[in-house]
């Protein structure tokens, strides 16, 4: 059976799923080039049209061959396409059936880790709306005993459930309706009038008290531990009330934020959004620690699955492993983006009945064939010459011992928010100057944002505390060694992805060979591309940002491109 998944979000996608495999799954923002680029369900765009192809085209079908059409949505929306503007036969499209919006967030990431029951928690913005939810054609089995602070006009925020090996059911969920806010809060922060309490909403509103943009919590995130949460200790923004319900404080927040801000504060070195940046933070610890605290005490469970946009927080995650000494299983693509791929996983386990374990990865896109590529380089006009694939390395480990950045393209694209080696930017972790050099000439975005390591998975805990692997670059662990201070934030962490020999050869071989010239099996490791950008999809996206300069190499494939303008070292 072939289910075609579709996450109508504000960071929207499309996935095939065969036989409870996930075949393919891409954001549309990979290909329009936009970043967060929704697809706004029920109308078909062009856009929904463009992710639809990219997936039929890499799974070598055609849409007669999908067999249902699952889509998710955290809005009110009804299944199936209206306003059909674009070049889609309608005649040949299968049954649409729709998913709850946690739901898929749940079997999303239960889809990597069946092999023993576990606590399932979802924790975002916003998701289903509880009045809309009794329309869905899936629905959720909820535990006899599941407490859920759920009113009519709430959405829900909060999900937990319990795998008890078999089956998934629903024993906890916040979906409560808007937050009180002070009556100057539409003139001081318009886009946020209907904050729901919801930690991703907590979050939105510090991007935007922050940083200007509802869309930038990891900016908030890297903003953290520049900031004293004692600062603001007294203010007590975040609680857990009876039962596990989710209780926020905005009136507070927003007075305690107002008086600074009406003097045109800069973000940039200034203390109070480093401050205010770390309260939420530590907020945001604590009540996750007390809430999945007591869900496993309440269930008997040491297993957490985690997923949400919320389970991006790298800090939360490594407070709850070393706060509550839990095994916490996530998967690469947390946001919305990867409920395309659960709202698939769902229609299939309700049809078929059985779920399909996978191991965990995130390279769901495209490869790109030689002609594609050398067409691409032709077109480019670039100094291209060829090696083997162990030649290639080697060259490459070259470059970045000798202070070269180096874009490296290789095998399927990411789907998630991280690159992971195949659409990433690698340079030497040794190099102090580094971060500058790269967020300035570079991405092209702020001092203060830190880069990630990526290590040699045999030899993590020699470089960083880490007790287990990180594959998707999901936990910030303090770091063990002084050779790396281009990947150590101020606090002394750093987001760690380890990398295996079996998830990713590539990367793995290239780690090798750097380790043999340096004695360190880390490099720094961050999505190929400039600030506001997705990250790059296709070859042509590549050559793109090496014409934009700051890059010195870009390794695609068996092939080592120069710019078009010739090499110039940087002293």
Partial sequence: MWVLGIAGSHNSAAALVHDGRVVVAVQTERLTRIKRHPIVLPRMSMETAKVIEYCLRTAGIDLPDVDVIATCSPYDVEAGFVGRDAPVDHRELAPFVSVPHHLAHAEYVLHYAQDRPALVLVADGSGTPEAVRHRLDVQEVVAPHAVCFTPPDGKESLSAYVFDGRDLRL????????????????????????????LGH?????????????SEAGKVMGLAPYGDPERHADLASVRMAAGGDLVLDFPALFARAREPNSAGLDVTGNSHFEDVAAHVQRETNTFLAELVG??????????VCYSGGVALNGISNEHLVRTLGIDLQMNGSCEDNGTAIGAALAVHHQRIGVRVAEPVTDTYGRAYADPEVDHALDAAG????RATPREVARRTARALAGGEVVAWFQGRSEFGPRALGNRSILA????????????????????????????????????????????????????????LPAVTHVDGS???QTVARDDNPVLHGLLTEFAGLTGVPVLLNTSLNVAGEPIVESPEDALRSLAAGGLDLLVIGGRLVRPACGHRRRE
Avoid: I
Wanted: hydrophobic share 40%.
């Fill in 202 to 214: 907590l979050w939105q509103w510090a991007a935007y008290y922050c940083h200007g943009s509802t």
């Fill in 494 to 496: 750093a987001r760690v």
């Fill in 428 to 483: 030497d972790p040794r190099d102090p100057d580094m971060p500058r050099r790269l967020n300035a000439e570079v991405k092209h975005r702020e001092a203060f944002r830190p880069f990630a390591p990526a290590v040699l998975a045999e030899r993590a805990s020699e470089y960083f505390d880490l007790d287990g692997p990180s594959p998707m670059m999901l936990r910030v662990v303090p770091v063990r060694s002084s050779r």
């Fill in 382 to 385: 670039v100094v291209v010459e």
């Fill in 294 to 303: 007591h869900l496993l005490h309440r269930h008997r469970l040491d297993r």
């Fill in 171 to 198: 024993v906890h969920r916040v979906a409560r309706g808007l937050a009180p806010l002070p009556a100057y809060a539409e003139a001081f922060d318009q886009p946020h009038t209907r904050l729901l309490h919801s």
